[in-house]
């Protein structure tokens, strides 16, 4: 009795599985916002998503007071106002949708109780990709650190950074980098990263000091990462650097670079959030320093 093999999925069914369909903008109410829009948009319109713009009100808690039995009128007010603020920004956010070419809605979470970092990664778990972006101005972008890392840790989800340039990014990109090293979470932001990957004209993958493993030699290393990616398609070229001192997030930077990369692929926090913030970190550069959007993963 014979049998008949199974039927192989094409190259193009197995790529349009993988292709983004909700894209989650979680907004800072800053300038990077224009920025993560105009971004998401664009990814939108090439894979057909939907988009989800978030907004999480910090919502001030009354000051507790035993003989208090009615609410706090100071607090009432304050509610009143940031409920237009947001109603306000969601009109304007609705209104952008159509001239950008794509659908999608405004959701408008209250946090009481709950952190608003934390909320805004609940609610991207239900998307493919979560967006966020970085005001231009340190000290802005410190503010929106944490809305980050709660993304990126608790969201279950990629994440597309996006810096808050004049210039809209480009994507989907022509050029991509990867900044490759053995570990978890540079293979999850490879995957993750792929739709953006096999549509890209060019990719490097980027390897900073690699050392030998039971897979490969140090002379070799990513060898068996660029055969995969060469399977789904993905024009792929290894590239080595020795940091030479140097931190690891400037030798990635410094290729992205000469590469005239449009996009950086990483993955975060390989260490501690904690150990990253009190002593500095490859994430926590990128974050700060990067010209170009990154997609992270953890």
Same mark, same amino acid.
């Given at each position: 009795?014979s049998?008949?093999p199974?039927?192989?999925?094409?190259?193009?069914?197995?790529?349009?599985?993988?292709?983004?369909?909700?894209?989650a903008?979680?907004?800072?109410d800053?300038? !990077?916002?224009?920025?993560?829009?105009?971004?998401? &948009?664009?990814?939108?319109?090439?894979?057909g998503?939907?988009?989800? @713009?978030?907004?999480?009100?910090?919502?001030?808690?009354?000051? /507790?007071d &035993?003989w208090?039995?009615i609410p +706090?009128?100071?607090c009432?007010s304050?509610y009143?106002?940031? $409920? =237009?603020?947001a109603?306000?920004?969601?009109?304007?956010?609705?209104?952008?949708?159509p001239?950008?070419?794509?659908?999608?809605?405004?959701r408008?979470?209250?946090?009481?109780?709950?952190?608003v970092? %934390?909320?805004?990664?609940t609610?991207?778990?239900? &998307? +493919?990709l979560?967006?966020i972006g970085? *005001?231009l101005a340190?000290? +802005?972008?410190a503010?929106?650190h944490?809305?980050?890392a709660?993304?990126?840790?608790?969201s279950?989800?990629?994440?597309?950074l996006?810096p808050? +340039?004049r210039? *809209?990014?480009?994507?989907?990109?022509?050029?991509?980098?990867?900044?490759w090293?053995?570990?978890?979470e540079a293979?999850?932001?490879?995957h993750?990263?792929?739709?953006?990957?096999?549509?890209a004209e060019?990719?490097?993958?980027?390897?900073?000091d690699?050392t030998?493993?039971?897979?490969?030699?140090?002379?070799n290393f990513?060898?068996?990462?660029c =055969?995969h990616?060469e399977?789904?398609?993905v &024009?792929?070229h /290894?590239?080595n650097?020795k940091?030479r !001192?140097?931190y @690891?997030s400037? /030798?990635?930077?410094?290729?992205?670079?000469?590469a005239?990369?449009q996009?950086i692929v990483?993955? %975060?926090?390989g260490?501690? $959030?904690?150990?990253?913030? /009190?002593?500095g970190?490859?994430? $926590?550069?990128?974050?700060?320093?990067?010209?170009v959007?990154?997609?992270?993963?953890?």
């Open positions: 009795m049998s008949t199974a039927m192989q999925p094409s190259a193009t069914a197995s790529r349009e599985r993988s292709i983004y369909r909700d894209i903008v979680v907004t800072t800053m300038p !990077g916002d224009a920025s993560a829009l105009t971004a998401a &948009a664009a990814l939108a319109r090439r894979y998503a939907e988009l989800e @713009i978030l907004q999480v009100l910090a919502m001030p808690l009354p000051a /507790v &035993a208090a039995l +706090d009128p100071a009432t304050r009143a106002d940031l $409920r =237009a603020q109603a306000r920004r969601s009109a304007e956010f609705q209104r952008r949708l001239s950008l070419g794509v659908e999608g809605r405004v408008t979470f209250e946090a009481f109780y709950e952190s970092a %934390g909320m805004a990664a609610a991207a778990r239900r &998307a +493919d979560g967006v970085r *005001p340190s000290s +802005d972008a503010a929106i944490d809305r980050f709660a993304l990126l840790l608790e279950g989800r990629p994440v597309l996006v808050g +340039d210039e *809209p990014p480009k994507l989907p990109p022509r050029h991509a980098l990867v900044a090293s053995d570990t978890r293979a999850r932001a490879v993750d990263a792929l739709p953006l990957l096999e549509t060019s990719v490097e993958i980027l390897m900073v690699p030998a493993n039971f897979l490969e030699d140090a002379a990513g060898t068996t990462l =055969a990616l399977r789904h398609g &024009a792929v /290894v590239v650097e940091s !001192g140097r @690891i400037g /030798v990635i930077l410094d290729r992205a670079s000469r005239k990369a996009l990483a993955g %975060g926090y260490h501690t $959030r904690l150990r990253e913030w /009190v002593i970190g490859t994430t $926590r550069d990128l974050f700060f320093d990067s010209p959007p990154i997609l992270f993963s953890h």
